[in-house]
């Protein structure tokens, strides 16, 4: 039977400085689980997501980059997915 796979939701707005230490100090933690990382960028207006996207194929675990508009997308609040 297959181990079950954590999930774990990193919000990103604007943190190009410290998103890289962020995610390394989340996959430093033995959680006994796979995980996965998803990071949830909210229209950052600097370099994050590209810097997650680029880094994220030197890690063994998967991450992902998802995101949302909040204040380009004058129809969704945040809080809402």
Do not use: A, H
Request: aromatic share 6%.
């Amino acid at each position: 039977m297959k181990k079950p796979r954590i999930t774990i939701l990193i919000p990103c707005y604007n943190e190009e400085n410290s998103i890289l230490e962020v995610i390394n100090m989340v996959k430093s933690v033995d959680l006994g689980y796979p995980k996965e990382i998803i990071v949830v960028d909210d229209g950052s207006e600097d370099s994050s997501v590209e810097k997650v996207r680029t880094q994220s194929y030197c890690y063994t675990r998967r991450i992902r980059v998802r995101g949302r508009r909040f204040k380009r997308d004058s129809n969704t609040r945040p809080g809402t997915l």
